[in-house]
């Protein structure tokens, strides 16, 4: 039996089962009440993970969602992209709100940065590509990672070294602008006005770059609780994703090993975070996509608009492979479904439970995700429970057919309920004993 999500355990990582948005700031900032540290290991400012309470709202792009706790310390580990400028604005909002953010971020000296030039390509690239863009949130993400594998990334740490700085501004402004030169004949970027950025930028941080892995393992030691927060969602990962529509990190749980430095065998419990039906923002295929009044539907009520592009989410049933195939990778052993309110007034809730693929039946997500396109969905048709679910926090008050469907739910995926989100605050939560 897993740990009861309610307590407390010494390092914890919560991460997405669908294509995103499945609610991981709720989740985290609920289970952010018994740590003292939260990480996050992959992605950049593309992520928007929204957290209510006490009728105030914030979206967190950057920086960990424990920053909302005062007592928590964040780290933005080395397998982040930052852009700087996001990154001082996300700041600048919290601070405005009365937080103290600067003093309780540690930011690792190996994670990237993104520069005005990577999100500049990323346009150029996702205009020329046209029907065949991926439909990226235009943070700079893929053209930074692309850096990185191709080693000409600029690191954190590199902000601290005058000669090296110059030498690789100078070397990526030179063959950037090259590309918007004669590709994409676009203005050039100005190696001068990146410099003073990053210099600007650097006498901000400094104190906050810090040995993260050293601090993470230090403070386990010391007995002190850490979650780990993902970005993104399973199906978004660049390796198990629906590539080529995917982002460019390792969104799953091996994403966390390398993105913070810390051996999976460490980890106590995996909690992956599920909605109650499917999102997807941006292009890709989408099995269980339900492009007529009934997604409308779904879309309005869940007020399923990106975090933070506004762009409207494509809506669609429950599907169990893209759920199962998560909770296979990721080792997941303890489930959080949010937004089953959201369902609250259907008569029937179709879940779907098979592929048929080129007339055949396969109950196992495809590794071939260039399949994805012929798939028709194979649905099993639950009764709904016509009631709103606000207001209840205990599995015994939810009405039968609620917890027919979440018991539906875990005996498709193979995981075990730790949590059921029943609204956006922190209240409207019910902890599963
Ligand atoms: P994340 O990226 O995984 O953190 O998710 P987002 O914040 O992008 O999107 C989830 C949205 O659903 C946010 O607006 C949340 O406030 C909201 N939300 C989370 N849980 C629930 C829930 O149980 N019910 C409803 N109605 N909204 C929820
Ligand atoms: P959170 O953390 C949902 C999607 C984009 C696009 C693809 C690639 O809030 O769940 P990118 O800008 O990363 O190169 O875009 O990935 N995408 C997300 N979709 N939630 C996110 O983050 C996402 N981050 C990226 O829409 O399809
Ligand atoms: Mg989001």
């Known amino acids: 039996m897993p740990a009861l999500l309610s307590a407390p355990v010494p390092l914890r990582a919560v991460l997405g089962t669908q294509w995103g948005d499945e609610g991981k700031g709720k989740v985290v900032d609920l289970l952010g009440e018994n740590v003292d540290i ?8 593309n992520a928007g993970h929204t957290v209510e309470f006490d009728g105030d ?46 003093s309780r971020l540690h930011i690792s000296p190996g994670a990237h940065l993104i520069l005005d030039y990577h999100q500049q390509l990323e346009k150029c690239c996702e205009e020329s590509a046209g029907d065949e863009r991926i439909g990226t949130t235009g943070r700079g993400i893929g053209p930074a990672y692309a850096d990185k594998a191709s080693r000409v990334g600029i690191r954190v740490g590199d902000l ?25 004949q676009q203005n050039e970027v100005s190696e001068q006005s990146i ?24 403070s386990l030691q010391s007995g002190k609780n850490i979650l780990i927060e ?9 390796d198990f994703g629906t590539y080529p529509f995917v982002t460019s990190s390792n969104t799953t749980l091996g994403g966390m090993a390398t993105g913070l430095g810390f051996g999976i065998r460490k980890l106590n419990q995996v909690v992956g975070v599920v909605k109650a039906y499917t999102t997807r923002v941006g292009n890709g295929p989408f099995p269980t996509e339900l492009i007529d009044d009934t997604g409308e539907r779904l879309r309005k009520t869940g007020e399923e ?20 195939y998560s909770v296979m990778l990721n080792g997941i052993d303890s489930l959080a479904v949010t937004k089953m309110d959201v369902l609250d007034d259907l008569d029937e809730i179709p879940v779907c439970i098979a592929y048929r693929i080129h007339g055949r039946e396969v109950t ?4 071939d995700v260039n399949l994805l396109p012929d798939v028709e969905p194979v649905y099993e048709i639950l009764p709904g429970w016509k009631r709103s679910l606000l207001g209840i926090t205990k599995w015994n008050q939810l009405p039968h057919p609620a917890r ?30």
């Not at 601290?160 to 994409?184: A, C, G, M, P, Q």
């Not at 993902?230 to 660049?238: C, F, R």
């Not at 196992?364 to 590794?367: I, M, Q």
């Open 57 to 102: 709202k914030f979206i967190l792009h950057l920086i960990p969602t424990g920053i909302l706790r005062p007592h928590i310390h964040c780290v933005l580990g080395n397998g982040m992209v930052i852009h700087p400028d996001s990154f001082l604005k996300e700041v600048a909002v919290l601070e405005k709100k009365g937080l103290e953010v600067l």
């Open 230 to 238: 993902s970005a993104q969602g399973t199906l978004l990962d660049i």
């Open 404 to 433: 027919r469907y979440l018991k539906r739910i875990e005996e498709l995926t193979g995981a075990t309920i730790g949590l059921v989100s029943v609204g956006p605050s922190r209240k409207a939560t019910i902890w599963v004993e």
């Open 364 to 367: 196992r997500f495809p590794a």
């Open 305 to 324: 608009y990106g975090a933070t592009t506004g762009r409207p989410r494509r809506c669609g049933w429950f599907d169990a492979l893209v759920a199962r």
């Open 195 to 218: 410099l003073n950025a990053l210099q600007s930028f650097r006498d901000r941080i400094g104190p906050c770059v810090d040995d993260t892995t050293w601090f993470l393992h230090q």
């Open 38 to 45: 939260v990480a996050r290991y992959q992605g950049g400012a």
């Open 160 to 184: 601290f070294h005058e000669r090296i700085l110059k030498t690789r501004v100078r070397e990526n402004t030179v063959i950037k602008n090259r590309w918007f030169k004669s590709v994409y």
